[in-house]
């Protein structure tokens, strides 16, 4: 049983295109622009920004999800004016930020998925730290269609999911892939049925949230980077992340729970 959400205060309260709530550790944030399919424009992307670098001290896990029949549906094109050269890389390094904040950030993010997961919508998902896809999730990336490319981090981060071999077809075929097709090509960790997403992502930002803190923030700090460094650098970035972890005073109290047996043993599921 989940406990009930009740709305942020401050300034988290204050950001109209999101509504944010939190039960005890764990921070709940909707994307609220229903009737836009909630695509993204640059106040939306403002203000995620300013939700994940604003986070309150106690949260230890973020929920993401999507307000009405859908997740995203990326940019929101009716507002897509003309740039020159300068002002699209700005444009483009605004939601870089802002999705930074997502995968860079404070504590881990989970992104609960349904209906369209598309463009800059999928951008987003895939910098969230875990996926939950219901039957009625879709991803594509449309931009080859529309004359654009990706710049909200998506060539950087979907193909360290799937390859890149499949986000070329993706981008290049207009493809679209369902819930099970995402999950086998590793775009999503896990499956339910529709209704269940915001469930079960809660459920495993609860579980995230009991985690050491310094545990997850290596976790989501670390793991990119050491898959990024040759191997013997990857294998010292390790040794430190480790140390680092390990002695805090959070981890060697629980270090101490599991040797006097006042912790469980991993067990099959």
Known sequence: MHPAFTPATGLLAELDLLRVEVAGPVLHLRLMRPAKRNAISDPLIQQLHTAFVNLPSETRAVVVSGEGEHFCAGLDLSELVAR???????????????????????VPVVAALHGAVVGGGLELASACHIRVAEDSAYFGLPEGQRGI????????????????ARMTDLMLTGRVYDADEAFNAGLVQYRVRDGEALSKAVALAQRIATNAPMSNYAVMHALPRIADQAQSEGLFTESLMAAVAESTPDAQERLRAFLEKRAGKVVKS
């Open 84 to 106: 020159d050269i300068g002002d699209g890389v700005l444009h483009s390094r605004m939601w870089h930020a802002a999705f930074d904040a997502v995968q860079f950030g404070r």
């Open 149 to 164: 490319f990706v710049g909200g981090g998506g060539s950087v981060r979907i193909p360290r999911l799937i390859g890149v």
